[in-house]
Antibody, heavy 121, light 109 residues
Framework: EVQLLQSGAEMKKSGESLQISCRAS????????IGWVRQVPGKGLQWMGV????????RYSPSFQGRVTISADNSISTVYLQWSSLKASDTAMYFC??????????????WGQGTLVTVSS | SYVLTQPPSVSVAPGKTATITCGGN??????VHWYQQKPGQAPILVIF???DRPSGIPERFSGSNSGTTATLIISRVEAGDEADYYC????????????FGGGTKVTVL
């Protein structure tokens, strides 16, 4: 079964660093883009960026460029989303998702269960 | 940047048809994908490439796309269809960014 399993909920303070993870299973990890999507409580979906684990080629939404880092560890089929200095406005649910096919045209067919990040000031 | 416009809410009686629109400049030239998100859950893909259904999605879900509007249609609506629905495209004008619509809350009366 194809699955994306995300790390558990986090509670942090402003200024702290954080890394959350998304472990893939059931398919060839290096052959699909994986992306991150943010959802602020009560709001819609915001695309943050994607990574091609095969060569760590990474694309970011302009809204998140420079604010987060997406990386991958192929040895454990895991993608990461990292902040160096959290803000209260980073409080949200974060989903990882697999891009079914081509970058630039296709859909996200598999989603992780979400990781809730709460940042207090 | 490319903008997708969805109505905030749609209400429909059980057994009737729900129509959810997604407006965008020349959206008919793009592939549109639709996601369903129930409270407290991750989104799931219900329509891809304008009108294709992933395996496991009921035939009651269908989609179309032309001109400036893409449409998700849910026929014979059931209580379990109550959810938020999001359309998604790629914005080829800006280094191929992913764009989501604002979402439509479907309420089953």
């Amino acid at each position: 079964e194809v699955q994306l399993l995300q790390s558990g909920a986090e509670m942090k303070k402003s200024g702290e660093s954080l890394q959350i993870s998304c472990r893939a299973s059931g398919y060839t990890f290096t052959s699909y883009w994986i992306g991150w999507v943010r959802q602020v409580p009560g709001k819609g979906l915001q695309w943050m960026g994607v990574i091609w684990p095969g060569d760590s080629n990474t694309r970011y939404s302009p809204s998140f460029q420079g604010r987060v880092t997406i990386s991958a560890d192929n040895s454990i089929s895991t993608v990461y989303l990292q902040w160096s200095s959290l803000k209260a406005s980073d409080t949200a649910m974060y989903f990882c998702s697999r891009l079914r096919g081509s970058y630039g045209s296709d859909d996200f067919d598999i989603w992780g269960q979400g990781t809730l990040v709460t940042v207090s000031s | 940047s490319y903008v997708l416009t969805q109505p905030p809410s749609v209400s429909v009686a059980p057994g009737k048809t729900a129509t959810i629109t997604c407006g965008g400049n020349n959206i008919g030239s793009k592939s549109v994908h639709w996601y369903q998100q129930k409270p407290g859950q991750a989104p799931i893909l219900v329509i891809f490439d304008d009108s294709d259904r992933p395996s496991g999605i009921p035939e009651r879900f269908s989609g179309s796309n032309s001109g400036t509007t893409a449409t998700l249609i849910i026929s014979r609506v059931e209580a379990g269809d109550e959810a938020d629905y999001y359309c998604q495209v790629w914005d080829s004008s800006s280094d191929h960014d992913v764009v989501f619509g604002g979402g439509t809350k479907v309420t089953v009366l």
